[in-house]
């Protein structure tokens, strides 16, 4: 037989806790009692704030009217609305219940004992670190489920502990700078509201831009939206998969051709620089472009003008060019595969697009918002049900890399609502819907595999691994150099400093 995972209680000791243990009849059973009497739990994790003679004289109470295992952790606060230290209070307990009870622990938080800053903590772990289900109660309603309709990135809160006051003051009062045609690319992150921030600047001139990040971060999304925020928004928006047009078709792709100007050319046929006249041409991959295919393209931005294949006479175009790759193309510039005339003429506003796992507090966001995406396309579907996902699903998730990024994701809660029977899916569908991170081994060959050739630097590339490690490991470790060092193998606290200063990473 499988063994359940055990249902464990996480909860602060509140004052009508400690009255209720006292025999105060107003305090009734208190909250946590209440809790104990109205569902059963394998454990029962109480922080406290008070002082130890009262929380062990509770814990005795407690643990004769009870039949759970009663777990205490004593956290002297500096004041019980202190945020920065509730949250480390917490995070240190729920650390360690993660190692203890395993990760498919059913945990619930109650949010009704201590104060509301203890409570608002709660529903920031909950709704995105360290998911949970939350409940509250009370001696008029008994126990309830909170249903909490808002998310909170937990990730912020060691962000904004480290960030300066203005920083503090903008994120609490949310302000958004996002012009509206950005509106639908979800984010709450620093590191995307830099790169929307420069797309809206962007938009409104008719220079080039060029974007950088791996596949699935939402290039084209952008493309389309740096489209619609600028003077050309009425008019058509072409995108191009640059890899996937063979070599001998890259000029009558691109610039149409003339009927009869080779076999197959039945008929006119205008390219995608006319097909664009006036609004945007998207050129994705365009690193996949052969060197001969490179030559031509670089000569039409240059003139503003095209040669249909089979005509002699140009044509204007006014066509504003936003090229995007999953590679750096000024390293492919470096390695003599791509123009470097051309990489200066695309390269006028450059946007780097971050990867899924470097965009703090957007994961959660996202999954929301793609799974109710999922809901809305398959509407329509017979026995269609809405999806939404249990606790240790979205616990799976959270702890999923996404090498695919957001592309990957879509498509994992797309095979997870097809694959769950229910309207909520399981720990158990999500593992079989998250794919192994298989791409990360294509990532590995991709470095151990590149050509000896001209530009190739081994230092460059350790330099690079070692970086990756590192910023990951730090942020794992929520700052501790200590746990850091452990995460990747190093000694000592002192030896991990001295690897993150030889690569730039002492900050």
Same mark, same amino acid.
Request: net charge neutral.
């Given at each position: ?11 602060? =000791? ?9 025999? !105060?009849?107003?305090?009734? /059973? ?40 009663? *777990? ?19 995070? !240190? ?20 004992? %201590? ?27 008994? #126990?309830?489920?909170? !249903? ?19 920083? =503090? ?56 939206? =740096? ?63 052969? $060197?001969?295919?490179?030559? $031509? ?43 470097? !005339?051309?990489?200066? *003429? ?60 957001? /592309?990957?994701?879509?498509?994992? #809660? ?7 029977? %229910? ?5 158990? +569908? ?34 690079? +691994? ?12 929520? %700052? ?28």
């Amino acid at each position: 037989m499988p063994v359940k995972p055990p249902r464990v209680l996480v909860s602060w =000791i509140g004052g009508t806790d400690l009255r209720a243990a006292s025999g !105060d009849v107003a305090a009734g /059973r208190g909250p946590i009692g209440q809790a104990a009497d109205a569902e059963r739990y394998d454990r029962i994790e109480l922080l406290c704030n008070y002082e130890k003679a009262e929380a062990t004289r509770y814990v005795a109470w407690l643990q004769s009217e009870s039949s759970s295992e009663i *777990r205490l952790h004593f956290h002297q606060l500096t004041s019980p609305i202190n945020f920065r230290e509730i949250y480390l209070a917490v995070r !240190d307990v729920l650390d360690l219940l993660r190692k203890t009870a395993g990760p498919d622990a059913q945990v619930t938080y109650h949010l009704s004992p %201590g104060t509301p800053a203890m409570a608002s903590v709660w529903i920031l772990l909950a709704k995105t670190s360290y998911p949970a289900r939350l409940i509250q109660t009370s001696s008029e309603a008994g #126990l309830q489920e909170a !249903d909490i309709p808002f998310d909170i990135a937990a990730e912020f809160i060691p962000d904004m502990r480290r960030a300066s006051d203005s920083r =503090i003051i903008e994120a609490a009062e949310a302000k958004s700078q996002t012009v509206a045609e950005f509106a639908d690319i979800v984010h709450r992150s620093p590191e995307m509201k830099r790169v929307i921030a420069m797309a809206a600047k962007a938009a409104t001139r008719s220079i080039p831009v060029l974007m950088e990040g791996e596949s699935g971060t939402g290039k084209e999304m952008l493309a389309k939206a =740096i489209h619609q925020a600028s003077p050309r928004a009425r008019k058509p928006f072409i995108a191009v998969n640059c890899g996937a047009i063979p070599p001998e078709l890259v000029e009558s792709e691109f610039f149409g051709h003339k009927k009869g100007a080779f076999s197959g050319a039945v008929e006119d046929r205008k390219g995608h620089f006319e097909q664009a006249d006036g609004g945007t041409l998207f050129l994705d991959e365009i690193a996949e472009l052969p $060197k001969p295919a490179q030559v $031509k393209l670089l000569r039409a931005l240059q003139e503003g003008a095209i040669v249909p294949v089979g005509e002699s006479k140009p044509r204007k175009v006014d066509v504003r060019v936003v090229a995007a790759t999953n590679r750096s193309l000024s390293e492919e510039v470096a390695a003599g595969r791509f123009r470097e !005339d051309l990489f200066f *003429r695309l390269a006028v506003a450059v946007l780097k697009l971050p990867p899924l796992r470097s965009r703090t507090g957007d994961l959660n966001l996202l999954i929301d918002s793609l799974l109710a995406q999922v809901n809305r396309t398959t509407a329509s579907e017979p026995d269609h049900l809405d999806k939404r996902l249990s606790v240790g699903a979205r616990k799976l998730m959270l702890e999923h890399p996404w090498p695919g990024n957001v /592309r990957e994701l879509l498509n994992t #809660l797309l095979r997870a609502t097809v694959w769950s029977d %229910g309207d909520q899916i399981s720990p158990d +569908v999500m593992r079989a819907a998250i794919l192994e991170p298989t791409s990360l081994t294509g990532r590995s060959s991709g470095i151990l595999n590149q050509p000896l050739e001209e530009g190739f630097s081994l230092e460059k590339i350790m330099a690079e +691994v070692a970086r990756h490690y590192l910023t990951r490991a730090v942020k794992d470790a929520h %700052g501790s150099k200590t746990k850091a060092a452990k995460l990747v193998g190093l000694s000592n606290y002192q030896t991990l400093t001295n690897w993150m200063k030889k690569y730039g990473l002492e900050q």
